[in-house]
């Protein structure tokens, strides 16, 4: 939007410099939607929601969602492409953990903003 069309309609009072830095501020959240959309899936919530209680192998996952191998593989694999779970070998089995604890935060705060009442 041209600068002076906001002038033309907008009389909020903010000084010109305020809204050319808070546009220069957006780049901060960029990718950031990205994130949110592999949150999105009910699936990948739940498959973090029990990671969040400890490391898990595929089938295990499996069993608990009671869903087929190839389908929690392919949510597994967008969560370690969003950086969200990572995982270790051990024989044939591959085990799963949320990568780190800003994940659990992540998981935590969704939850307590869920429970508040409005």
Same mark, same amino acid.
């Given at each position: 939007?041209?600068?002076?069309?906001?002038?033309?309609?907008?009389?909020?009072g903010?000084? *010109?410099? @305020?809204?050319? #830095?808070?546009?220069? +501020?957006?780049?901060?959240?960029? #990718?950031?939607?990205?994130?949110?959309k592999?949150? #999105?899936?009910?699936?990948? %919530?739940?498959?973090? =929601?029990?990671?969040?209680?400890?490391?898990?192998? %595929?089938?295990?996952?499996?069993?608990?969602?009671?869903?087929?191998?190839?389908?929690?593989?392919?949510?597994?694999?967008?969560?370690?492409m969003?950086?969200?779970?990572? =995982?270790?070998?051990? #024989? +044939?089995?591959?085990?799963y953990?949320? @990568? @780190? @604890?800003h994940?659990l935060?992540?998981?935590?705060?969704?939850?307590?903003?869920?429970?508040? *009442?409005?």
């Amino acid at each position: 939007m041209d600068d002076n069309a906001r002038t033309d309609w907008c009389n909020s009072g903010h000084a *010109e410099a @305020d809204v050319l #830095g808070l546009r220069a +501020k957006i780049v901060e959240v960029a #990718g950031l939607s990205e994130l949110f959309k592999v949150l #999105g899936d009910e699936t990948r %919530t739940r498959i973090l =929601y029990l990671l969040a209680h400890g490391e898990l192998c %595929t089938c295990d996952l499996a069993g608990i969602l009671e869903m087929s191998l190839p389908a929690v593989s392919h949510h597994l694999r967008l969560l370690r492409m969003a950086r969200l779970v990572r =995982y270790r070998r051990e #024989g +044939k089995n591959v085990h799963y953990a949320l @990568d @780190d @604890d800003h994940v659990l935060h992540i998981i935590r705060e969704a939850q307590a903003h869920f429970r508040e *009442e409005r």
